[in-house]
């Protein structure tokens, strides 16, 4: 009975080489599989994809933290809560090379650089190119977040040669309005488009735990995963509730839940690297590796995210260890 439901599920959406589309509806009937029929399913898809003891280790630099415009309701950075951070200006290019180097030398192989913008300025253009020169030169990828990108930025980027540009839907169309007022969803698939036009490759999740249903985060996959074409990367968050800010006392995020996302993402984007992102300090180990074994295949190394706790690397050593699991080279990957 349980394999017929997942080959009821499995019929349900469109799929050819250049095209795979997906309904709410199939979707919600994969979610909703009994634990382990899920779990396997999203197993053999990871396997059939990727090596599956192999974890991607990406490492994060606030390159210029709070002061932000918007008004993310989870985050540390935004101006409209008072989450006590200390806003700062943008970080020398020189600092920035000097903090990937030590990433390279702890392990990651991509640098994923943060600013707490709206969208960057030209007057910032210089800087930013500089500084994805400069992390390339160290043999690295290089990954942006900067906010909203216009159409002349992303080729600014391309032409630097940036790798991935994060920008995350965050939840599902529906619930986007209650968490960010300061931007729409459209919004943010637009800058979705311009990086993908400009040959960036997209690095594009969101957030579980900020009170959203288990149909939302189920939208907000298949969102993704119907892009044009899916996100190369997806992160997936568990909110690190933040003190001061909006849901600093939003309801924890039933580990099973997690896990379940998880799958599905896999699922739904079976090539893509599904990063295990921000809340791993919150997470057992257990929890942990049922991700990994779900499907997870990327996570971000390191004592700090842009402004948060994050596993330090004797914890992951330790765990990696426990689990038989292995850095990903970058020349092996996907
Ligand atoms: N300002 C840029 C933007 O919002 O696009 C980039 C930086 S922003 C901090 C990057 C992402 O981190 C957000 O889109 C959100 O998904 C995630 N994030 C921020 N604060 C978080 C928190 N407290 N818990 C979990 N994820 C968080
Ligand atoms: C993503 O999805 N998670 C990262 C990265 N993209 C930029 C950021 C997590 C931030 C966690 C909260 C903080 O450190 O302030
Ligand atoms: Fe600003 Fe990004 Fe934080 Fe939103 S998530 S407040 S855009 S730094």
New binding site residues.
Partial sequence: MPEMLGETADTDHVSTDALETWTLLTAEKIYNLPFNDLLFRAHSIHRANFDPNAVQMSRLLSIKTGG?????G?????AHYPTGLKASKLMEVERVIAEAQKAKEGGATRYCM?????SPKDRDMEAIVAMVRGVKALGMETCM?L?MLSPAHSATLADAGLDYYNHNIDTSERFYSDI?TTRTFADRLETLSNVREAGIKVCAGGILGMGETAQDRISMLVTLANLPSPPESVPINMLIPIPGSKLADAAPVDPIDFVRTVALARILMPKSHVRLSAGRTEMSDETQALCFFAGANSIFIGETLLTADNPGEDHDAGLFRRLGLKPMELESRA
């Fill in positions: 932000c415009a918007e008004d993310c989870y985050c540390s950075q935004s943060g600013a707490a913008w709206r977040t906010g960010i």
